[in-house]
């Protein structure tokens, strides 16, 4: 009996298999993709993750494809004798396509990583010089908030509020927000998850991380980087309210922690307490 | 029963078992809490709860960690001194707290934190008179319970106090000062209380050994 052409066969199956697949996994599956679109950033990594997960779809169906191939057409039926088939050397067809079809998803995710980082930075921590700020950053419109970590809690400043500093962190809706992050003592990181925002909170120094906030929401703010026994307690909860609400917010905060205003250091990009008198 | 079938029936009954031993190990993790102590906290006619505790520059000699810094719960009958940082009270209640603070002055990394924030009235007493703030570099220690935004600054004794407590158990007659404030439990639930002053004396920035330590200065309260 003539043995059939299993590659062809493969390929078929693959084919068929794609087509149903990979529309379901970019159409359905990809909007619901985290984090949400709690932010222009946010819904930029839904869409980053709906590429990502759109092109692995054919891959990770060529291995279960073939793998369910190989069981059904190639199972040995008399176990009483062990074979291996023919070593495959030298095939240089197979060769090219393995390195040319890897070298070109390989260096399209790389290509399309950076152009997509670089559009306005995806909510990411640039330090504190930021390249890739989002339109409109310079523009003066920007909202900075200084977000400070330490053992374990977030607090937020607001310097052009007279520089009121508060235990939960509001934003405005539709605003361009500009998110300065440090940390007092040991390495956190600052991660608002449906914001998309996520920063390394490091001692000493200004990270520079941009969020575009759209509708009003309520957002979780966790601590993304082990920093000692509470680090698992180290989150919040955060809001994106209007604008009148936002003004209205902040001139409460103004009045309810004017009694510790005067023993706030002077707004700064980051802070180097002194140390501690019983500091080892 | 073939070759294949008893290694097929011994593959179910590992992976019975370990789902099982799995399932068992999330079960408990989720459902175990720590022990606590209940007798300092007593009710009061008002039906409201009273609560005692103690802040020391160390531990009673007998601790495995003599020489670190602890809160401490304190009876308020017998005044016998506990050393537990779990604490049950009850939910939806009025909870006073009494601070008996012997240990000294450490300073706080954020200043902020040296206003009281969610207690009743938004002020403490420090040695009876009300009060929203201290002044940062006087701070000995911070008691706070975050995930109800409960927080009071604990003013430290001065360095050059004449009759300061070493170890604990301590008693009134020694230098200390005495914090009192009302905060209300929210609903059942665990929540962890901490310090929010590096105050490890001997550790990189005050930072390890008791501060990264259940036990001695956070633990967590029980609200039932």
């Known amino acids: 009996m003539k043995e059939p052409n299993h590659f062809r066969r493969v390929v078929l199956w693959w084919l068929v298999a794609c087509l149903i697949a990979t529309p ?61 088939g023919p070593g495959i050397r030298g095939h240089a067809a197979a060769q090219s396509w393995w390195i040319g079809v890897t070298t070109v998803i390989v260096l399209f995710l790389a290509v399309y990583g950076s152009v997509r980082m670089l559009d306005g930075g995806s909510g990411g921590g640039q330090g504190p010089n930021p390249i890739a700020k989002p339109a409109g950053a310079n523009l003066g419109s920007t909202l900075q908030v200084q977000v400070i970590a330490q053992q374990w809690r977030f607090t937020f400043r607001y310097p052009s509020y007279g520089g009121v500093e508060t235990n939960t962190l509001y ?110 | ?105 450490s300073g706080l990394r954020n200043p902020f934190i040296s206003q009281a924030t969610g207690i009743v009235a938004g002020s403490f007493t420090l040695n009876g008179k009300p009060m929203q703030t201290i002044d940062p570099d006087a701070a000995s220690h911070i008691f706070a319970i975050p995930q109800i935004g409960v927080s009071v600054p604990l003013y430290g004794i001065p360095d050059d106090a004449k009759n300061p407590c070493d170890n604990a158990p301590c008693n009134l007659s020694q230098d200390h000062a005495t914090v009192s404030f009302t905060f209300r439990t929210p609903g059942e639930g665990l929540y962890r209380w901490q310090c929010f002053v590096p105050c490890a004396a001997g550790f990189i920035d005050g930072f390890g050994g008791p501060m990264q330590t259940i036990g001695y200065m956070d633990g967590y309260i029980k609200v039932v």
């Open chain 1, 171 to 280: 934003l405005p809706a539709h605003r361009l927000v500009e998110l300065h992050v440090t940390s007092l003592d040991v390495i956190h990181s600052f991660w608002a998850y449906q914001l998309g925002v996520k920063a390394d909170a490091n001692p000493g120094v200004d990270n520079v991380a941009y969020v575009e906030t759209k509708q009003p929401l309520t957002f979780d703010v966790r601590c993304a980087e082990l920093c000692g026994v509470w680090h698992g307690y180290m989150f919040d909860s955060g809001r994106v309210v209007t604008q009148a609400q936002f003004v209205s917010w902040i001139a409460q905060r103004r009045v309810q922690y004017a009694p510790v205003q005067k023993s706030l250091p002077p707004y700064s990009k980051s802070y180097y307490p002194d140390p501690q008198r019983r500091a080892g």
């Open chain 2, 1 to 105: 029963m073939s070759t294949s079938s008893r290694r097929l029936a011994g593959l179910l009954v590992a992976i019975v078992v370990i789902g099982v031993l799995v399932g068992l190990y999330i079960a408990l993790y989720l459902t175990s809490s720590p022990g606590s102590a209940s007798a300092a906290a007593t009710r009061t006619s008002a039906g409201t709860v009273q609560l005692y505790m103690a802040t020391v520059a160390a531990a009673e000699p007998n601790d495995p960690h003599p020489t670190w810094v602890s809160y401490y719960v304190v009876d308020s009958g017998s005044r016998h001194w506990q050393h537990a940082t779990t604490f049950e009270l009850p939910a939806n209640t009025l909870v006073h707290v009494t601070v008996y603070q012997y240990d000294g002055q």
């Open chain 1, 24 to 84: 379901l996994v970019v159409f359905v599956l990809g909007p619901t993709l985290p984090p949400g679109n709690g932010s222009e950033q946010a819904s930029g990594q839904v869409v980053d993750n709906t590429v990502l997960l759109g092109l692995s779809t054919p891959i990770a169906l060529a291995v279960i494809v073939y793998f369910a191939y190989a069981l059904i057409a190639f199972r040995d039926r008399d176990p009483s004798e062990v074979r291996d």
